[in-house]
């Protein structure tokens, strides 16, 4: 290959002179691993190499003597054109030496936050989160000589397009990618202007949670041993957090959910965790180092692990549980009519508000559970499941040691129903994941078709608060129990994962402690999604004194 050539000025013992140089050729360059391997796209994306993993430069020359120096910028392009990476820090210049034909840089870290999530969309048919790839960014570098004339053309490489550098990351499953829409309601995807910002930047407390667990998360050399101290210490934050912040007047769940949504999302991008998620299908892969570390983010974030009644003395104990907000994408989900992104859940709020608190010589501890089915039956099937989960793992050792378990979930407007039935079918609507189960599938492999509250009857006593005797959604006026056995395709409070949570504390109850009242408190639904109200602090208020007063009277009724 031929040599190009350019004139410069010599000063020679005073005298000027002119001189070619000729500029031995640089041929190639490449990205190459850590372990020096070339690296090339697979199906237009460098899929074994990602953000927050460190690659380096190598260039080809030719006929170049050892010690000449190149100077290297590497560039972020994303559809030809060229980008400025967000936060960058990092040194894109670069002064590589020649060695026998080869320069080669350092390593250079590709940080996670230059990903760009808003790529990111669901395929509902696949079930799986999908990329746009002529959108994700490529990364590609230039060099010259050093000192080399500016008017000498830098050049682009890699030459070959498949070996430029289009590097991965976790895609956020289908509940963590709600979060993306841009708050004006177009339906589109936004990194920065999102609904999961919102909930977070409007709450300086948990903003500073978040952003110290990412920026500490998602640094260079983090170990895992580093990353399960940080999970502990952030997750039980955003937990307290969350309950002081309710108990001193700001009653929104909200920030809670979507704090916890993001940090889990940047979390699974640690390329530690590579070979521990199905990249395909955004799921962390059972009994890995991850799959502990996320369960341990959720023991602590939601309290699973943090109750404690060692404050209690003489006073009952009392548990009770909550949901996270759910029926939120109202944008591109095909139920999208009913759904709500502003939504609280109202039994969230409760949850938070009574945890540690005492009410007629009761003492109350609470945690707050996801609307993922997967959590409940511990399968990772978008369509079926049947088995234990986070009720069997996390309130069955309190069955014996507790006066009363209420779970709490939202029901329609207005209501406060204590549920009489629960029925161990399945409707299978679709959850946080947007997973659904089989129709009248069954919860748990048990012969107990049905099951009865054992709540106090006196919970009824206060304003608002009634038994809803209903069963197969048909009125029940007479009061008539199902017949041993019979098959209910729902329960007084349906077939979703309320009646659900219902059922199985009370299968442990029926094993363990026929005697423990357990039950559950349907209560009144707050936001109007069909106008998408946003939430009110002034009737969650309203709503936790009607819920007070139910809770206080069921007291009343237990047993001396």
Known sequence: MGKATFTVT???????????????????????????????????????????????????TEDSP???????????????????????????????????NQAISELFYLNPIWYNEELESYNYDSHSTEIDIERSITFIFNAKWENQKEEYKKLDFPKDDAKKLKPVAYKRNYEELIGLFKTDNSGEKHKKNNFENKFINNNSE??????????????????????????????????????????????????????RNKMQAWLKRNPLFKDQIDFEKSIIKKGTELDNIITLFEEKS?????????KAGNKRKILITGFDPFLLNSFDHKYKR????????????????????SIENSFIQTIIVPVRYSDFDGSQQNDKGEGKGIIENYIHNWIDQVDMIITISQSLPGDYNIDKFATIRRGGFNDNLDFTREDNSKALNSNDEWIETSLPKEMTNAPFVK?????????????????????LSQGSGGDYLSNEIFYRVAKLRKEKKPVLPTGH???????????????SNRKTKEMIMIVEKGIMEGIKGLKK
């Open 206 to 259: 948990i903003k500073s949670i978040v952003d110290g667990f990412i920026e500490k998360v998602i640094e260079e050399d983090i170990t895992i041993s580093d990353i399960e101290t940080l999970v502990e210490e952030k997750a039980t934050a955003l937990w307290n957090t969350a309950v002081k912040q309710v108990q001193n007047g700001n009653l929104d769940d909200r920030p809670l959910y979507w704090a």
């Open 467 to 487: 038994y809803n005797w209903e069963f197969n959604r048909v009125p029940n006026p007479k009061k008539i129990k199902p017949t041993k056995g019979q098959k």
């Open 302 to 310: 939601r309290n699973y692990t943090g109750i404690d009644f060692s």
């Open 10 to 60: 010599i000063n020679e013992t005073g005298e000027q002179k002119s001189a070619t140089i000729y500029v031995r050729e640089i041929l190639d360059g490449v990205w190459l691993n850590e372990n020096n391997e070339e690296l090339k796209q697979t199906d237009g994306l460098t899929k074994n190499t990602l953000f927050g993993q460190k690659v380096r430069i190598k260039l080809i």
């Open 66 to 100: 050892d010690g000449r120096k190149i100077e290297v910028e590497i560039k972020a392009k994303i559809n030809n054109e060229y980008i400025d990476l967000e936060n960058n820090e990092d040194n894109l210049n670069l002064i590589l030496e020649v060695k026998d």
């Open 521 to 535: 408190f349907h209560i009144s639904k707050l936001q109007n999604e069909n106008v998408r109200e946003d939430f």
């Open 338 to 357: 009913g759904f709500n992104i502003l939504q609280s859940n109202p039994s969230g709020c409760v949850a938070l508000n009574f945890q540690e608190k």
